[in-house]
């Protein structure tokens, strides 16, 4: 399957999704409030982690060769629901702490409504999210969802203390990872998992997955960070060496680089941000010869092999081969 | 039974939520997400969110007859816990959105640790929260908790657009407060009920008691804000009208007085807030003069009298008695 096959395909799906939504926010009283997270929510959005869910239980389904009511599928939606809500709620928050202005090209709703406003609809969404997962999924799915955003919380205080011990290892980089990407994403396969009754091994393979497929996007972000075309990505090139952010081809180049190099590299990395942005060729072309790309997009589609190894326990079927597909465009992507 | 009556019935209790407390935030992994989320919590509160639910649990159980497996006591409190969690998630979100600098006499913890980690570890009670709540409370008490939520954060937009519209009749402050206070508390007691399998009349019997303590809870905080001793509450006398702040004395006033009165009391409001605090004991005459403080203090009254009646379809007994007087506390407190 290639990527505009793919693209066709999850189309409806995305529509079907936005319609859930849309019905699943009406109930929202305050005008203002609804407006708020009609902005965080309606963006275009690939809609990846519901979608996630809802795939992984149709395929547990079809293994089961069950037939499937339609009010499961319903359900099914409106409980995938609950993966968006989160990630739209981390995104709002996040902006707050970082005073983000701007998000994919257009201004960031705190810039619009002000903090107060965009507090309170992350924990509206967040709210809304657990009570879904809950209600539809059972205490179950509550759990995995619960236990997904606490680690997703402690991850950034892992996050916050690297920063500050200017930790650069690679085990450290993969922690805070699992808990900040990861987490939420396996948790939103598991989830589908365990709302279609999956057998253990059934549930451990849609968890490897969404779990590797977390941790892949992150790294192909960070090499989209020195690699992108700003055309594609929508992001200049470079910010995460200016702000100092030690990345996956950062901290393999430390690692693997040359006393000589790994010095002047260091030195590159303790400056000013300025000085920063200005020696980004230079850091550039020390991490290439270090192979810090090479090694971390290996560890990428290392990732996606494992990935895709553990769906194997599943028997070939449309959805197997989207999801395959899905894994081939997250490591593939450009934007 | 007489306050310090009840406060020694009382205080095992809250030593008892402390501990489950403890024991359950020391799964936190983060050494400082502990520490912003002990210091948020462990401020020496009387814990009267928890206490509810337990209180309201055991009336039910005793109304029953039935006996009690220690494990279920155990859950209770775990489950008790979501309550506290969720009201320190709240002041924690609060204080970011206030830019606040202290509380209760001491540095907020935004103020000590910064907004980033504030909202973060908000987060992370809040999800705590409705993990007890969906797990040891099925998912009738995750909904009932869910919906406070939701409707906290519905209020806190009506309250921005209400100051926006200087909209200032008594329903729409009944409104704000519903969502604000009254929801959490009602769900606090409603959760207890549900958890002992209370029937339908108990569960809406101890929904109207806890509604009833929370709306008083907050008249009284508005009386206190003008009439209290700063020895006792520890704030400041005048905040309340300084701020501009509609509360129900002077929500009260404004609809009582006498058409001369009014335009004062409405000049001495559209004014700067330096102004306001001069004209302070004007303002707290003019109140006075049209009956706000009493006729607040009246609802108030009746709001507990409403509580204690919806009451009295349990048979007396400790756990009754212990309500009644917390009521008389509420209603009664000078700080």
């Known amino acids: 399957m290639n990527q505009s096959e793919l693209i066709s395909l999850l189309a409806p799906e995305t529509v079907k999704i936005d319609q859930a939504m849309r019905h699943d926010l009406a109930l929202v009283e305050s005008p203002r409030l609804r407006e708020v997270l009609e902005y965080a929510i309606f ?19 079809q293994n089961q060769g069950k037939d ?5 599928t319903t359900n099914l939606y409106r409980l995938a629901l609950s993966f968006e809500y989160l990630h739209a709620a981390s995104l709002l928050h996040d902006d707050v702490i970082d005073r983000a202005d701007s998000r994919r090209g257009r201004p960031t709703a705190n810039r619009l409504w002000g903090n107060s406003h965009v507090i309170l609809a992350g924990d509206f969404l967040h709210a809304r999210a657990m009570l879904l997962a809950g209600t539809i999924g059972g205490a179950e799915c509550l759990s995995v969802i619960g236990s997904a955003t606490e680690a997703m919380v402690e991850s950034e205080f892992l996050q916050i203390d690297n920063a500050e011990t200017q930790e650069t290892s690679e085990r450290r980089y993969f922690e805070v ?77 430390l690692e693997q680089a040359c006393p000589h190099d790994k010095t002047i590299l260091t030195n590159l990395l303790d400056n000013t941000a300025e000085e ?53 465009y997250v490591l593939a992507r450009q934007g």
Request: glycine share 10%; charged share 20%; with cysteine.
């Open 177 to 253: 990872l699992e808990g900040k990407t990861a987490a939420l994403i396996a948790a939103a396969t598991t989830t589908g998992a365990l709302f279609a009754g999956a057998s253990l091994a059934e549930q451990q393979a849609l968890h490897t997955f969404g779990r590797n497929l977390g941790l892949t996007f992150q790294i192909v972000d960070d090499l989209l960070d020195y690699q992108g075309d700003p055309q594609k990505t929508g992001k200049a090139i470079g910010n995460d060496f200016q702000e100092g952010k030690m990345t996956l081809p950062l901290i393999i180049a």
């Open 43 to 61: 963006t275009g959005g690939k809609r990846v982690r519901p979608l996630l869910t809802i795939l992984a239980a149709r395929l547990c389904w």
């Open 276 to 328: 920063r942005q200005k020696n980004l060729p230079h850091a550039h072309q020390l991490i290439e010869k270090a192979c810090g790309f090479e090694a971390a997009r290996d560890k990428a589609k290392g990732l996606v092999r494992e990935a895709l190894t553990a769906l194997t326990i599943f028997p070939r079927n449309k959805e197997q081969e989207i999801m395959t597909a899905l894994a081939g």
């Open 68 to 72: 499937i009511a339609p009010e499961m």
